[in-house]
Nanobody
Framework: QVRLVESGGGVVQTGGSLRLSCAVS????????MRWYRQAPGKQRDLVAT???????NYEDSVKGRSTISRDNANNTVDLRMESLNPEDTGIYYC???????????????WGQGTRVTVST
């Protein structure tokens, strides 16, 4: 079984910063892309940032320049640091990863349960 657990959410004031963490555990052969998604209240879940196994990174435009995604391949974790937070950053943040549990079979995408972030005015 593979499990993704996010942490680091909470209430933050406008202009503040936070660091979200996601730990992957279970039977893991390899992890390819790791991602953070955000689901704002009443809206669809949107991709925020992606990091590949080789370290290629991409950000959604609204967080570009004030966010940093990083991963630790040795410990199977991925972090997202966000600065200059504004109320539009409020939502549930989900960790997502493409994981192979066996070298003979293709991987699939796994999701965490999410961590809630509220940016107060």
């Amino acid at each position: 079984q593979v499990r993704l657990v996010e942490s680091g959410g909470g209430v933050v004031q406008t202009g503040g910063s936070l660091r979200l963490s996601c730990a992957v555990s279970g039977t893991i052969f390899s992890i390819d892309r790791m991602r953070w998604y955000r689901q704002a209240p009443g809206k669809q879940r949107d991709l925020v940032a992606t990091v590949t196994k080789g370290g290629f990174i991409n950000y959604e435009d609204s967080v570009k320049g004030r966010s940093t995604i990083s991963r630790d391949n040795a410990n199977n974790t991925v972090d997202l640091r966000m600065e200059s937070l504004n109320p539009e950053d409020t939502g549930i943040y989900y960790c997502n990863a493409d994981i192979r549990t066996d070298k003979y079979y293709p991987g699939k995408t796994y999701w965490g349960q999410g961590t809630r972030v509220t940016v107060s005015t």
